[in-house]
């Protein structure tokens, strides 16, 4: 039985701290294509307040959420349990982004574990509907591991891949705007060394 929230309470945060992945969806205001994509690394997800939510946005083959992030601000977050507790938590809201050469940066990353070498940015989402769903047909999953592969590439990343990694991402696949020419590189990361996971 599906149940809406007024707010992310404390059990809700502890349920969304468990989760080893979460999902984001986004999709341009008209035409063009749904992203949906899955999210990674534990520390990168926190819960700011009752009503917002932030994530690292990482470096990677596409910037979609980000373009249409930019066209609509239309965003979903969802968290799905693979444990014994079944259960699927959405976050419907408004996000924006935050760039590391932003002034509001240094305080949104404190909220954060490890730095992660690849950061693009920080996804700030205001948070309007929170709702669950059973989830009894989703699958039972043992987590092994986090996988360390996007962390060791982009550890491992000159300023000429960076430079190519924005040109890259300055449009979605249907052509909408998303990095800017001068967005930053990923701030460097003490040493250049990989979080040990």
Same mark, same amino acid.
Not at 52 to 80: K, P, Q, W
Not at 97 to 121: K, N, S, W, Y
Not at 123 to 142: K, S
Not at 144 to 159: I, S
């Given at each position: 039985?599906? $149940?809406?929230?007024?707010?992310?309470?404390?059990p809700l945060r502890e349920f969304i701290?468990?989760? @080893?992945?979460?999902?984001? @969806?986004? @999709?341009?205001?008209?035409?063009?294509? +749904?992203?949906?994509?899955? $999210?990674?690394?534990?520390?990168? &997800?926190?819960?700011?307040?009752?009503?917002?939510?932030?994530?690292?946005?990482?470096?990677? !083959?596409? @910037?979609?959420? +980000?373009?249409?992030?930019?066209?609509?601000?239309?965003?979903?977050?969802? &968290?799905? !349990?693979?444990?014994?507790?079944? /259960? +699927?938590?959405?976050? &419907?809201?408004?996000? *924006?982004?935050?760039?590391?050469?932003?002034?509001? &940066?240094?305080?949104? =990353? =404190?909220?954060?574990?490890?730095?992660?070498?690849?950061? /693009?940015? =920080?996804?700030?989402?205001?948070?309007? *509907?929170?709702?669950?769903?059973?989830?009894?047909?989703?699958?039972?999953?043992?987590?092994?591991?986090?996988?360390?592969?996007?962390? $060791?590439?982009?550890?491992? =990343?000159?300023?000429?891949?960076?430079?190519? !990694?924005?040109?890259?991402? /300055?449009?979605? +696949?249907?052509?909408?705007?998303?990095?800017?020419?001068?967005?930053?590189?990923?701030? $460097?990361?003490?040493?250049?060394?990989?979080?040990?996971?």
């Amino acid at each position: 039985m599906s $149940k809406e929230f007024s707010s992310l309470d404390e059990p809700l945060r502890e349920f969304i701290a468990e989760q @080893a992945m979460f999902f984001v @969806a986004t @999709a341009p205001s008209e035409g063009g294509r +749904i992203n949906l994509s899955p $999210k990674g690394y534990q520390d990168t &997800f926190a819960v700011l307040d009752e009503h917002t939510v932030a994530y690292l946005d990482l470096f990677g !083959s596409g @910037a979609e959420t +980000i373009a249409h992030l930019r066209d609509n601000g239309r965003i979903t977050i969802m &968290f799905c !349990s693979f444990t014994r507790n079944s /259960r +699927i938590l959405r976050l &419907f809201g408004t996000g *924006r982004v935050v760039r590391p050469d932003d002034a509001e &940066f240094p305080d949104l =990353a =404190a909220h954060f574990g490890d730095q992660h070498p690849g950061t /693009r940015a =920080a996804i700030v989402v205001d948070v309007q *509907r929170i709702a669950d769903a059973c989830g009894y047909a989703v699958p039972y999953y043992d987590l092994v591991d986090e996988r360390p592969v996007l962390d $060791k590439a982009h550890a491992k =990343a000159t300023d000429e891949k960076w430079a190519s !990694s924005v040109e890259r991402n /300055r449009h979605s +696949i249907d052509g909408l705007p998303a990095l800017d020419r001068d967005h930053p590189p990923p701030p $460097k990361t003490e040493g250049a060394e990989v979080p040990k996971r």
